[in-house]
Nanobody, 124 residues
Framework: QVQLVESGGGLVQAGDSLRLSCAASGRTFSMYAMGWFRQAPGKEREFVAAINWSGSDKNYADSVKGRFTISRDNAKSTVYLQMNSLKPEDTAVYSC?????????????????WGQGTQVTVSS
């Protein structure tokens, strides 16, 4: 079992930055691929970024490439999402997810564990 708790969301202006954190319970965090997803009101959940167990492989949605960076600290059992140059269209609830895997996982249905999410609101 893995429990995930996100933090770091908030209300910011366009062009600002935020760093989201996702803290995981359990002693085998380094065995899990991690991902960030987001869901805006009235829209389906969409992939944002994913990272493999070691941090050596990352994948990003085209909409966030060059602005967002995913990273992880296995010693702290935490994955991060650094979001720069935020846009109003980035407004959503951001959730992290975990799956026992050595590869990057980008599909929501493949993830087993999910956090509750943290709200990110970007005003224009």
């Amino acid at each position: 079992q893995v429990q995930l708790v996100e933090s770091g969301g908030g209300l910011v202006q366009a062009g600002d930055s935020l760093r989201l954190s996702c803290a995981a319970s359990g002693r085998t965090f380094s065995m899990y691929a991690m991902g960030w997803f987001r869901q805006a009101p009235g829209k389906e959940r969409e992939f944002v970024a994913a990272i493999n167990w070691s941090g050596s492989d990352k994948n990003y949605a085209d909409s966030v490439k060059g602005r967002f960076t995913i990273s992880r600290d296995n010693a702290k059992s935490t994955v991060y999402l650094q979001m720069n140059s935020l846009k109003p269209e980035d407004t959503a609830v951001y959730s992290c997810a975990a799956k026992w895997s050595f590869s990057v996982v980008t599909t929501p249905k493949d993830y087993v564990y999910w956090g509750q999410g943290t709200q990110v609101t970007v005003s224009s």
